[in-house]
């Protein structure tokens, strides 16, 4: 799945590219920073509050300092589905079982340079989705690390011996060039920013799509 990454610091821009994805697709991420986890502040995830008649689906992506203090905010935007990062989150166990208490859809996510061994497997059956990010988290914009290949390897492989459902997703640096390896290397979803955003935005969903 093609899931469109809004990553802002002016809400403003928020608006208009929520506005120029209406009725073209179902999910939209939106990326969180705090300053603690990453340099930079986003934009205030509660003006989304405003958005009265949109009709997203929201993935609230908390690249913030221990995450689960910020569900009782998702589930006030009406998220359907909370990413945490696992650097600055204390009990893995927690945030997933709040996030389940609050009837939101629980994701992990991890940095490139983060291990795989550091997820709690024993809370794989009860995961969305597993979100790998394909360069250093931040505002800044860097190009994928090719690491990012042998990572969603190695989880799709963890994935299928364990016969979980979760999905495997990549966020950060994707392009049109190098999208069709990450579905090849077992990727689910693709969270893209710039790619998307950057020329004729229906030409280059349609693009993605069409992989």
Sequence with gaps: ????????????????????LEDLVTWVQVDVTDDKFTPGFTFSTELLSRLKDHSFLWDIHLMVKNPISWIGK???LAASRVTGH?????????????????FLEPSLAL????????????????????????????????????KIFERIKTLKEIKKKGNYSFKIA?????????????????????????????GNLSQNLN?????
């Design 170 to 198: 990549v966020d950060g640096g994707i392009t049109q060039k190098n999208a069709p390896n990450l579905l090849d290397a077992g990727a689910d979803d693709l969270c893209i920013t710039s790619a998307l955003f950057t």
């Design 86 to 102: 696992i650097e600055h989150m204390p009990d893995q166990k927690a945030f997933v079982d709040r996030c389940l208490d609050h």
């Design 74 to 76: 998702c589930e006030f």
């Design 111 to 146: 940095d490139i340079n983060t291990p795989l061994n550091l997820l709690d497997q024993s809370l794989f059956s009860q995961l969305n989705s597993i979100l790998l990010l394909g360069r250093k988290a931040g505002l800044k914009p860097h190009l994928l690390n090719k």
């Design 207 to 211: 693009f993605f799509k069409s992989l």
């Design 1 to 20: 799945m093609i899931i469109p990454s809004i990553f802002e610091k002016d809400f403003q821009e928020v608006q208009n590219k929520l506005h120029l």
